[in-house]
């Protein structure tokens, strides 16, 4: 195999963490300066980073169904690119909780936690930016446990705010609506541990 025709598939997941980090700085932007009236149209905005990140996976699946030889097992690239799309779409998941549920204002745990996800899709970007060195795994497993070390503290930050929320809101409906936030600010942490974790096991399968 070429190398031109290897690194397209290192370039292709380098450009959805891009992308997955762009999202995330966004999510970062419309919290920080959360307006209920700008809500729609900051989900507009987000879905266009989830769609890119939609072709790009596309774009990879059709590269794979074609491909004799790839640089890392087929399987592997496709659960990667599946995966990592999926830190995208949990991202937009997280504003269409703000669109359907319509708090007045962002808590500053959703915020925290926001700036969390973003600091782990830039994690995310410096992991796959040194993933075709897979043989030689030092940063590699840095960035791996930086991610771990992230999800580690939205975990502590999300076990907080799920307390905290119940004696701030009097609300039940609110609460619940809260949680549900939560829960889906959570998910966007998971799904780049689980990203990071598959890295880890394509690095002990190929080391």
Do not use: G
Request: aromatic share 8%; charged share 35%; hydrophobic share 40%.
């Amino acid at each position: 195999m070429s190398k031109k025709t290897d690194a397209f598939y290192f370039e292709n997941l380098m450009s959805v963490a891009k992308i997955c980090e762009n999202a995330a700085d966004y999510l970062v932007k419309c919290l920080t300066n959360y307006d209920p009236a700008s809500i729609k149209e900051n989900l507009i905005k987000m879905h266009e980073y989830e769609h890119s990140a939609d072709i790009k996976k596309h774009e990879m699946l059709e590269s794979l169904s074609k491909a004799f030889i790839t640089p890392l097992e087929r399987e592997d690239l496709a659960e990667l690119s599946y995966n990592l799309d999926e830190v995208a779409d949990n991202i937009e998941e997280v504003l269409q909780r703000f669109y359907m549920d319509e708090p007045k204002a962002a808590t500053k745990e959703s915020v925290i936690l926001a700036e969390k996800i973003s600091a782990c899709c830039k994690a995310l970007e410096n992991m796959f930016a040194e993933l075709h060195n897979f043989k030689k795994p030092e940063k590699l497993q840095t960035a791996i446990v930086i991610i771990n070390d992230l999800e580690e503290e939205c975990d502590k930050i999300y076990l907080e705010a799920y307390r905290q929320i119940k004696k701030e809101k009097d609300d039940v409906l609110e609460v619940i609506a809260w949680r549900k936030i939560y829960d889906y600010l959570e998910k966007c942490a998971d799904a780049c541990e689980h990203v990071a974790d598959i890295v880890d096991m394509i690095v002990m399968k190929n080391t």
